[in-house]
C-alpha cells in the first residue's frame, strides 16, 4: 500500500480544510486508516482513523466534534475534514495504514508524505 497525503495549507483560525489521503493498491477490509499530526518540538500525535471496510471511525478527543474522517471506497481515497480549525491544529499531518485500530504511530505499517497545515490570522 502506498500512500499520498495531501491539501494542507495556509487557513485563519476558525476556518476549514480537506485533507486527502490517496491510496494505491488493493486495501484489505480490515485495514485501518489513520491520520497523525506532528507540530514543531513534539511527537506525533493520532487525530482519528477509520476502518476500511466497515467504515467505523475514532477520534481523539481535542477533534472530535471538529473534524470528520471519511472514505470513498470508489477512489481509494480516506478524507479529513477539519472544521473550526485553531493554532494548536497547526502542525504536519500525515496518513498511514495499518492492519489494526491503534493511536500509536508503530501500529502502522505504511505512511505517506506529511502535508502542512498552518493555523494562522
Known amino acids: 500500500v502506498q500512500l499520498q497525503a495531501f491539501g494542507g495549507g495556509l487557513v485563519q483560525p476558525g476556518g476549514s480544510l480537506r485533507l486527502s489521503c490517496a491510496a494505491s493498491?488493493?486495501?484489505?477490509?480490515?485495514?485501518?486508516i489513520g491520520w497523525f499530526r506532528q507540530a514543531p518540538g513534539k511527537g506525533r500525535e493520532f487525530v482519528a482513523a477509520i476502518r476500511w471496510g466497515s467504515g467505523i471511525r475514532y477520534y481523539e478527543d481535542s477533534v472530535r466534534g471538529r473534524f470528520t474522517i471519511s472514505k470513498d471506497g470508489a477512489k481509494n481515497t480516506v478524507y479529513l475534514q477539519m472544521n473550526s480549525l485553531t493554532p494548536d491544529d497547526a502542525a504536519v499531518y500525515y496518513c498511514?495504514?495499518?492492519?489494526?485500530?491503534?493511536?500509536?504511530?508503530?501500529?502502522?505499517?505504511?505512511w505517506g508524505q506529511g502535508t502542512l497545515v498552518t493555523v494562522s490570522s
Open positions: 498511514a495504514a495499518g492492519t489494526q485500530y491503534s493511536t500509536t504511530p508503530n501500529g502502522y505499517d505504511y
Open positions: 493498491g488493493v486495501i484489505p477490509d480490515y485495514y485501518h
